[in-house]
């Protein structure tokens, strides 16, 4: 049963994403999911596209959220559909040195036009971060189609990803040949291969969320927008030296008309650098291909380096990725390494109050002992959007005080800060939610 509550002219109801033992879409996750494919300008679901985006939701625990409203004016949406949606459910973050913390996750939040404005999204996002906070998370976490939106509810850019496009002319050579070998395969295979290899790569990756049901599917290209499977899709395995898979690639071509010939990356995870290079060798070596377009490559990324002429990659885009909100700021800065000792005092300012109050991190040996201080002055003051950006070690603290968000009150004590909270490897994650 879901939990009902009222505030006037609107009905609030979350309830678990549901299907039926016979496979049919229970109504209200039915009614849901077409409001937020509206919501995010997408087809109107076929039935088949309906099931499978159902069965993923139930597959990852989601709990979704609509605003309903009983008495719709005649000719409009009936009362069972949402005027608003919004999902949570929980995976880990890699917050440094393989450290998988639980997080709140966030997504498909969609309000109708006809009804912004109305507080729908602060009471849906307040709600919600309240009940992972009960449950003991010390993170949440959402990726932004709008940027403007979530800083307000203590949210801030913490990954990034470079759109990349990568010229495979004679230009494209590696200075150093990777170790392993690439083969073709089925793409079908990936439905179970993809899971253990994004395992490998989430565990080395700080800044790596775990990922929904939804990518093995689309990845083995078992699932597409429309419904169904897409048969364009392709697939190639990265083999290491002891022909183990530590890397895959899902990719399929734009099409004869595109020009230059375009190959677009759906997917690519690689547990090594040997399989990371090794993937971009064998998508440059494709035939009938001018170029390889990826919209999820790191910021630092090795290629550039390893590519005698670093121009063949061009970066189109740099995207905003993951955005966090510290929930319990003892618990999470206690859970991520350090690799440098030293000690600062923050204060922190939460207009929803989560993460307020003045904190003292003192880190040795890799770990921090956070102290919550009750008559020390802050030597740093930051708000809660910026403290999520700070937390993985990827914004610099000396950067956002130029910034305006972090205020200093001791000297040097930005400087400490940003060296206390530096992450001695990139930070890096491939799942979108």
């Known amino acids: 049963m879901g939990r009902v509550s009222d505030i006037p002219d609107y ?6 994403a549901s299907v039926s033992a016979e496979g049919t879409v229970e109504p209200d996750t039915a009614a849901w999911l077409r409001v937020e494919s509206q919501g995010f300008h997408e087809d109107d679901p076929s039935d ?9 939701l139930v597959a990852d625990g989601r709990q979704l959220t609509g605003v309903y409203v009983d008495q719709p004016l005649p000719g409009s949406y009936g009362a069972h559909m949402p005027v608003a949606t919004f999902a949570d459910f929980e995976r880990t973050i890699n917050v440094g040195g393989g450290r998988l913390l639980p997080a709140h996750l966030i997504s498909s939040v969609t309000v109708r036009p006809t009804h912004r404005r ?6 849906m996002m ?8 009960e449950r003991g998370l010390a993170l949440a976490a959402l990726t932004v189609s709008e940027a403007t939106i979530y800083r307000r509810f203590g949210f801030g850019i913490a990954t990034s990803v470079h759109h990349i496009d990568v010229t495979t002319d004679s230009r494209f050579r590696l200075l150093t040949r990777p170790s392993g070998r690439v083969e073709l395969a089925d793409a079908r295979v990936l439905l179970d291969i993809a899971p253990r290899v994004f395992a490998r790569f989430h565990e080395r990756s700080t800044g790596s969320v775990d990922r929904q049901e939804r990518y093995r599917w689309r990845s083995a290209g078992l699932q597409s927008d429309k419904g169904g499977p897409d048969a364009r899709i392709r697939a190639a395995l990265h083999y290491d030296d002891a022909g183990e898979v530590d890397g895959y690639v899902a990719y ?4 004869w008309d595109t020009t230059p010939l375009t190959v677009q990356v759906v997917d690519l995870v690689a547990a090594s650098d040997d399989a990371y290079l090794g993937l971009w060798e064998f998508l440059a070596a494709i035939d009938l291909n001018d170029r390889v377009r990826y919209h999820a ?3 630092d990324d090795p290629l550039r380096w390893a590519l005698a002429d670093s121009r063949s990659v061009a970066v189109t885009e740099l995207e905003d990725w993951v955005w966090l909100r510290i929930l319990d700021p003892i618990a999470a800065f206690e859970a991520r390494p350090y690799a440098t000792e030293g000690e600062v005092t923050v204060g922190v300012h939460d207009d929803l109050g ?13 770990f921090a002992t956070v102290t919550r201080e009750f008559d020390a002055a802050p030597e740093v003051t930051v708000d809660a959007s910026a403290l999520g950006s700070l937390y ?6 000396r950067v956002l005080a130029a910034a305006g968000q972090v205020s200093e009150h001791a000297s040097g004590a930005v400087g400490r800060l940003n060296r206390l909270l530096a992450s001695d490897t990139p930070i890096y994650g491939i799942s979108h939610f």
């Open 297 to 299: 490559a790191p910021v």
């Open 354 to 366: 989560h993460a307020a109050g003045t904190f003292r991190i003192a880190a040795a040996d890799g």
């Open 126 to 133: 307040t709600e919600s971060l309240d009940r992972a906070r």
């Open 392 to 397: 993985l070690g990827g914004a610099d603290a």
């Open 11 to 16: 009905r609030f109801r979350t309830f678990p």
């Open 48 to 56: 088949t596209a309906l099931g499978d985006a159902a069965r993923n």
């Open 252 to 255: 399929r071509s734009h099409g």
């Open 118 to 123: 109305r507080g729908l999204l602060r009471r």
